[in-house]
């Protein structure tokens, strides 16, 4: 069993920074796909970045590509994502997931939002 929590959420103007970090409970965070989503009002949730167990395989959707980082630190248990340059357009609830096979997600945090104002 994994538990997430995100925190990091707010508001922020456009152009601006935030970092979100993903804190996970239980001792198996390291063998876990970590991914972020996010999911605008009226929308179904799309994903955003993830980053491979061993900290490898990193991916981003192309909205985000260039503007948004992820990492993780295994030690605390903890999956960033960096958002720079952030556009009004980047306004969602962001989720952290986890996943054991790197295809479907087992585990999902409550959510933070993030508010960008133009």
């Known amino acids: 069993q994994v538990q997430l929590v995100e925190s990091g959420g707010g508001l922020v103007q456009a152009g601006g920074p935030l970092r979100l970090p993903c804190t996970a409970s239980g001792r198996t965070f390291s063998s876990y796909t970590m991914g972020w989503f996010r999911q605008a009002p009226g929308k179904e949730r799309e994903f955003v970045a993830a980053?491979?167990?061993?900290?490898?395989?990193?991916i981003y959707a192309n909205s985000v590509k260039g503007r948004f980082t992820i990492s993780r630190d295994n030690a605390k248990n903890t999956v960033y994502l960096q958002m720079n340059s952030l556009k009004p357009e980047d306004t969602a609830i962001y989720y952290c997931?986890?996943?054991?096979?790197?295809?479907?997600?087992?585990?999902w945090g409550q959510g933070t939002q993030v508010t960008v104002s133009s």
């Open positions: 980053k491979g167990w061993s900290g490898g395989r990193t």
């Open positions: 997931g986890a996943s054991y096979l790197g295809n479907t997600y087992d585990y």
